[in-house]
C-alpha cells in the first residue's frame, strides 16, 4: 500500500519528483521525530508521509489526532540557507502552501489561524508543526491534514473544532494532495526570504478584529487582532493600549456574541 502510495504521489509531482527524495509508510508514531532523529543521514527535501501515525504532535506539546485511511501526515527536512530571524517564516510560508494546494483540488476557500491551521467553512482541517535542530543546522516542517472525515468521527475533546478538507465520498485525494503540498511548499520555501507570499497570508487570516487570548508562558492576556505585518506577525493592541507583534506563541479565538 505504502510504495503503490508512493507511486502515485511520484507521478501527480510530475518533474518535480527529481527535487524531492520520497519516502512513505503505513504507520509510524511521529513523521517528525523520525525525521529529526535521521536528519544527520538525509538530504534536503527529503519527505516522509506516513498513511497513520500512533504519536501524532502538535505545537505547544499537544497531540494531534492521525487516524489511517482518512488523513494525510508528512514532514519534509529543509536545510534552508537563511538568517535565525527568518527560520519563523516557514510557519507561514507552509500554511499558504497547504491553502494553495487544498482549492487547488477543489476545496472551498482555505483560510489561517495564526500562526499555523487551517480552516474551512469554520473548522480547523491542518495543522503545521515546524521543529528546527541545533544550530538551524534544518528544519522539519509538519503538516497533517483532515483529507475526509474519520469513519468513528472526531474525538470528543475536538469534535467542536476539528472538520475535513472533503466529504467522505469514497474518492481517495491523499495522493495528489501530498503532491500538491509538495509542489507548493518547494515554490515558496525555495524563494524565501522573499516576502512575496505574505500578503496572501494576510488576506487568508480570519482573526483581524477579532477578540483573542494571547498566551505567553503562563500569562494570559485579552487583545484585539489588528492584523498581520510584513513578516506574517500578529499584531495585537491590550486593553491597555498597548500594541505588540506577536513572532511566537498561541492565541484563542474569543467567541462573538451570539456564537
Not at 499537544?62 to 494525510?72: D, E, N
Not at 482549492?103 to 482541517?125: P, T
Not at 467522505?168 to 495528489?176: H, K, N, Q
Amino acid at each position: 500500500m505504502a510504495e503503490s502510495f508512493a507511486d502515485a504521489v511520484r507521478e501527480a509531482l510530475g518533474p518535480q519528483a527529481a527535487s524531492i527524495s520520497l519516502e512513505t509508510v503505513p504507520v509510524c508514531p511521529s513523521t517528525n521525530r523520525d525525521l529529526k532523529e535521521r536528519a544527520d543521514a538525509l538530504p534536503a527535501w527529503h519527505a516522509l508521509i506516513a498513511l497513520e501515525q500512533t504519536q501524532g504532535r502538535g505545537r505547544l506539546g499537544r497531540s494531534f489526532f492521525s487516524p489511517g485511511g482518512t488523513g494525510l501526515y508528512m514532514s519534509v527536512l529543509l536545510r534552508p540557507e537563511l538568517a535565525p530571524e527568518d527560520v519563523s517564516l516557514l510557519t507561514p510560508a507552509a500554511a499558504v502552501a497547504v491553502c494553495r494546494a487544498l482549492e487547488e483540488l477543489g476545496a472551498d476557500r482555505a483560510r489561517i489561524k495564526w500562526v499555523n491551521d487551517v480552516y474551512i467553512n469554520g473548522r480547523k482541517v491542518c495543522g503545521i508543526l515546524t521543529e528546527a535542530g541545533p544550530c538551524l543546522d534544518y528544519v522539519v516542517v509538519g503538516i497533517g491534514v483532515n483529507v475526509s472525515p474519520p469513519a468513528d468521527g472526531f474525538p470528543p475533546d475536538i469534535t467542536d473544532i476539528a472538520g475535513a478538507v472533503f466529504p467522505a465520498d469514497g474518492e481517495d485525494r491523499r495522493a495528489p494532495l501530498a503532491a500538491a503540498v509538495l509542489r507548493q511548499l518547494y515554490e515558496i520555501c525555495g524563494r524565501l526570504p522573499d516576502l512575496s507570499f505574505a500578503d496572501e497570508y494576510r488576506a487568508r487570516s480570519f482573526l483581524t478584529g477579532r477578540q483573542v487570548d494571547v498566551f505567553q508562558g503562563d500569562f494570559v492576556r485579552r487583545a484585539l487582532v489588528l492584523g498581520t505585518d510584513e513578516r506574517c506577525r500578529l499584531l495585537v493592541r491590550f486593553p491597555d493600549g498597548a500594541k505588540q507583534a506577536l513572532f511566537s506563541g498561541d492565541v484563542s479565538v474569543r467567541p462573538l456574541d451570539g456564537e
